[in-house]
């Protein structure tokens, strides 16, 4: 019980997730989310119980869900600029260097997973507070501003749930 009062949120989130995959929000389905939830929890519990850095891997429900609508935003707005980009010829891929302020590496990697999700661009590497991304039509060549262009949005939110601030 001591894991439900700790991760309920994660609880919820992963019982609204089954449901939604299910296509189905009856009671039967929402116990059997929950106790697929449960045991997803008590397991992950027990493997990390000795790793202080758990807590790392967390990230706060309401971020998480404006992370995802965010997400989702850039992927089809950067789909269409990448068509656009395509069908016109106007494309000149470059490797370009992005420094992220995010201290927490979980979600450093979760920054450049997001990045090679966006359609036009591919992180290549990830040192410590570095990206290396392949951008397929640069606008910009100030760090700063492919930062921003890149990975702003990203970084943004997740900032707000930095533990390492």
């Not at 009062?5 to 019982?15: A, F, H, I, K, S």
């Not at 990448?82 to 106007?90: E, H, Y």
């Amino acid at each position: 019980m001591r894991y439900i009062r700790q991760y309920y949120d994660t609880t919820l989130l992963l019982v609204l997730l089954w449901c939604i995959l299910s296509e189905d929000f009856s009671l039967f389905t929402l116990g059997i989310g929950l106790l697929f939830s449960l045991i997803t929890i008590l397991i992950l519990n027990l493997m990390f119980s000795n790793n202080d850095d758990v807590k790392n891997y967390r990230i706060p429900p309401r971020l998480f869900l404006w992370y995802i609508i965010v997400l989702f935003f850039h992927i089809v707005h950067s789909g269409l600029q990448v068509s656009k980009a395509v069908i016109t010829g106007n494309c000149n891929p470059e490797v370009v260097t992005i420094r992220t302020s995010v201290h927490n590496h979980w979600y450093q990697c979760i920054i450049a997973n997001s990045v090679t999700l966006t359609p036009g661009t591919v992180t290549i590497d990830k040192t410590d507070h570095y990206l290396q991304v392949l951008w397929l039509s640069p606008t910009t060549n100030d760090p700063k501003e492919q930062a921003k262009i890149i990975i702003g949005p990203f970084e943004k939110i997740l900032m707000k749930g930095d533990y390492h601030k």
